[in-house]
C-alpha cells in the first residue's frame, strides 16, 4: 500500500518537474536572444593538426 502512495508521488513530482522545465525553456527565450546581442569576449577555435610536413619515406 505504501509503495502505490510512494510510485504516485513520483509521478507526480515527474509531472511537475517537466511542467517547471517547460515553463522555464519557454520564458527563457528572450534572455536567450539578449546574450547573442552581446559581444563575446573569447572564441573558441579547433585548429587541425597540420601533417604535410610528414615525410612517409623516411622511418622513425
Same mark, same amino acid.
Given at each position: $500500500?505504501?509503495?502505490? %502512495? ?6 507526480? +513530482? #515527474?509531472? %511537475? @518537474? +517537466?511542467?517547471?522545465?517547460? #515553463?522555464? +525553456?519557454?520564458?527563457? !527565450? ?7 546581442? @552581446?559581444?563575446?569576449?573569447?572564441? +573558441? %577555435? #579547433? !585548429? ?5 610536413? %610528414?615525410? $612517409?619515406?623516411?622511418?622513425?
Amino acid at each position: $500500500e505504501l509503495d502505490k %502512495v510512494d510510485s504516485k508521488d513520483n509521478m507526480m +513530482s #515527474y509531472g %511537475v @518537474r +517537466s511542467s517547471i522545465a517547460a #515553463y522555464l +525553456s519557454l520564458t527563457s !527565450v528572450p534572455e536567450l536572444e539578449n546574450a547573442k546581442g @552581446r559581444k563575446k569576449k573569447s572564441k +573558441s %577555435v #579547433y !585548429v587541425m593538426p597540420d601533417h604535410s610536413n %610528414v615525410n $612517409e619515406d623516411e622511418d622513425f
